[in-house]
Each structure stands twice: as structure tokens, then as C-alpha cells.
T-cell receptor
């Protein structure tokens, strides 16, 4: 009954490969996010979707492509993986809307290691 | 350019005493501030928040203070408990429901 679940928890792969990380939430939220936590431990927003529509798209290489089949799922596909992509990726979800408190609920993270 | 900064990377405090975590921001357009707590191998979990129109919000042992003129907020935990040992992130909200996080402060509560 995990609220925000990400799979896999760990991902080890070679440079140049393509990989996907999946995220699902059962909180009934309409907005989902992807964050990257780098080696310096900063959490930075990458993307945000509201009802399957992209609303935040930070300066992220276009090798990263989020896909939202429905509002409960936001997957992250990464093409041609590079060493610098090694990080922990967190999925989150929240209610949307300007009046919402925007309390984001996070998944446990996916640790990606590119060799 | 870091818009949200937590200048103390770590803090050690005795059980039962007060923990004070600080956070500074530069963007005056932030309208909501949140604190998250993170244990190893887990995602951040929401702790407490404050609107930019308030200067204090209290929830049990946790109190957040906001000084808008100084662009500074702090989190007070009293009394500190060993289970409070974690990394605490300050976050600020701007338009589009976008959160900007600080770099985190690792708190160690000694029994």
C-alpha cells in the first residue's frame, strides 16, 4: 500500500544504454514530478506533469524523456546513458492548483549507477 | 545559482535539547516554504510548512519561523529525540508549484 512507488530501486548499467524508471502513485494526486539528487545531495526538479500534461521542464538533456500514460503514472526514460547521469532519482506527487499547499509525497528513490 | 541555501551541512545535539536548523533564500517570489526530513535509502517526507504571509507555524515538537525581510526561515525541534536523526531539507515554492530545495542539514541527536 505504498503511496508513491518507484521501480527499480537500484539500476546499474553501462554507458550508452537506454533505461527506464517507473513511478506510480495511489494517492489520487493529479501532479507528478521527477527529481535528481546528485553527488552533492542537491534535489533538483527535472519534470512535472499535471493530468498527463507537461508543466515543468527544467534544463534537462533531451536524452531524458518523461512519459505519463495516466495521472497515476510518470515514467522516466533515459537514452544513451552517460557517467554524469549517475544519481538518485526521486519521483513525487501532489495535488495541483495554485491554491494547493503542494505538499509533495516522494518515492524511495532509484539509485542509478552508470559504469 | 542557489536560490535556497542551508549553510550548516551538519548539526549535533544532545537528546532533549533544542535543534535549530536554518535556511536562507534569495527569491522574493517564493510564497510557501516547507521542511522535509529524509532517512537513508528513503525518500524525503513532509514535516511542516509555512505560508509567506505568516511568521510562525507550530506542530507538536516542530516550529517553523519565517523572517521575510531577512529572507530567512528556521526549524526548531524541541525536545530533540534520537529518532529525529536524519537529513532535513528546506524547500521553497514558486509559480507553477515548483519546489526549490536547499542542500540539506544532517542532524545527529545523541542519546
Amino acid at each position: 500500500d505504498t503511496a508513491v512507488s518507484q521501480t527499480p530501486k537500484y539500476l546499474v548499467t553501462q554507458m550508452g544504454n537506454d533505461k527506464s524508471i517507473k513511478c506510480e502513485q495511489n494517492l489520487g494526486h493529479d501532479t507528478m514530478y521527477w527529481y535528481k539528487q546528485d553527488s552533492k545531495k542537491f534535489l533538483k526538479i527535472m519534470f512535472s506533469y499535471n493530468n498527463k500534461e507537461l508543466i515543468i521542464n527544467e534544463t534537462v538533456p533531451n536524452r531524458f524523456s518523461p512519459k505519463s500514460p495516466d495521472k497515476a503514472h510518470l515514467n522516466l526514460h533515459i537514452n544513451s546513458l552517460e557517467l554524469g547521469d549517475s544519481a538518485v532519482y526521486f519521483c513525487a506527487s501532489s495535488h495541483g492548483g495554485a491554491l494547493a499547499k503542494n505538499i509533495q509525497y516522494f518515492g524511495a528513490g532509484t539509485r542509478l549507477s552508470v559504469l | 545559482d542557489q536560490q535556497v541555501k542551508q549553510n550548516s551541512p551538519s548539526l549535533s545535539v544532545q537528546e532533549g535539547r533544542i535543534s535549530i536548523l536554518n535556511c536562507d533564500y534569495t527569491n522574493s517570489m517564493f510564497d510557501y516554504f516547507l521542511w522535509y526530513k529524509k532517512y537513508p535509502a528513503e525518500g524525503p517526507t513532509f514535516l511542516i510548512s509555512i505560508s509567506s504571509i505568516k511568521d510562525k507555524n507550530e506542530d507538536g515538537r516542530f516550529t517553523v519561523f519565517l523572517n521575510k525581510s531577512a529572507k530567512h526561515l528556521s526549524l526548531h525541534i524541541v525536545p530533540s529525540q534520537p529518532g529525529d536523526s536524519a537529513v532535513y531539507f528546506c524547500a521553497a515554492r514558486a509559480a507553477g508549484n515548483k519546489l526549490t530545495f536547499g542542500g540539506g542539514t544532517r542532524v545527529l541527536v545523541k542519546p
